[in-house]
C-alpha cells in the first residue's frame, strides 16, 4: 500500500467518524439528551465497527473480480458478520440494547452500500475520463 492510499483511507476514515459523531451528538441534543448515556465506549465502539467497514470495502475494491458486485458482496457478508461478532462481545462488558443486532445491520449496511455507491460513480467518471483520453 502506498503513502498515497494510506493518507486516502485515513481520510475517508476521518471524515466519515467526524460526520457519524457530530450526527450523534446533534440527534442526542435534538432530544433533550445533552451527554452520550453510553459514555466513552460508545465512541470506542463506533470508531472500531467503522475501522471495520473501511478496512472491509478498502478490500473489496482490491478483489480480483471483474463485477463490481461480487466484490462488494464478497466483502460485505464477512465484514457484516464481524460487526456483529463486535456488538456480541460488547455484550459481555455491557447489556445491549434491545435493537443493537438491528441497529448495527441498518448503521453498517447504509455505510456500505454509501460507500459502494460513491466507488462505483467515481470509476465510472475514471473510466470515462480514461476513454476520452484515448480518443485524442
Not at 55 to 61: D, G, K, P, V
Not at 122 to 128: F, K, P
Given at each position: ?6 493518507v486516502?483511507i485515513?481520510?475517508v476514515y476521518s471524515v466519515?467518524?467526524t460526520?457519524?459523531t457530530?450526527l450523534n451528538?446533534?440527534?442526542y ?9 453510553n459514555g466513552?465506549?460508545?465512541e470506542?465502539?463506533?470508531a ?6 473501511i478496512?472491509?470495502f ?5 478483489l480480483?473480480?471483474k463485477?463490481s ?6 466483502a460485505y ?6 460487526a ?6 460488547s455484550?459481555?462488558?455491557e447489556?445491549?440494547?434491545e ?7 441498518i448503521?453498517f449496511t447504509s ?9 462505483t460513480?467515481?470509476n465510472i467518471c475514471r ?10
Amino acid at each position: 500500500m502506498s503513502k498515497k492510499n494510506l493518507v486516502s483511507i485515513v481520510s475517508v476514515y476521518s471524515v466519515i467518524y467526524t460526520v457519524i459523531t457530530l450526527l450523534n451528538s446533534i440527534l442526542y441534543l435534538g432530544n433533550g439528551i445533552y451527554e452520550d448515556p453510553n459514555g466513552n465506549w460508545h465512541e470506542l465502539d463506533r470508531a472500531i465497527i467503522l475501522l471495520t467497514g473501511i478496512a472491509a470495502f478498502y478490500l473489496c475494491t482490491r478483489l480480483p473480480f471483474k463485477n463490481s458486485a461480487a466484490r462488494y458482496i464478497t466483502a460485505y457478508v464477512p465484514s457484516q458478520l464481524l460487526a456483529f461478532a463486535y456488538v456480541w462481545f460488547s455484550g459481555l462488558r455491557e447489556e445491549l440494547a434491545e435493537t443493537a443486532y438491528r441497529d448495527i445491520w441498518i448503521n453498517f449496511t447504509s455505510m456500505f452500500i454509501i460507500l459502494c455507491i460513491a466507488s462505483t460513480i467515481i470509476n465510472i467518471c475514471r473510466s470515462g475520463v480514461e476513454r476520452n483520453k484515448l480518443k485524442k
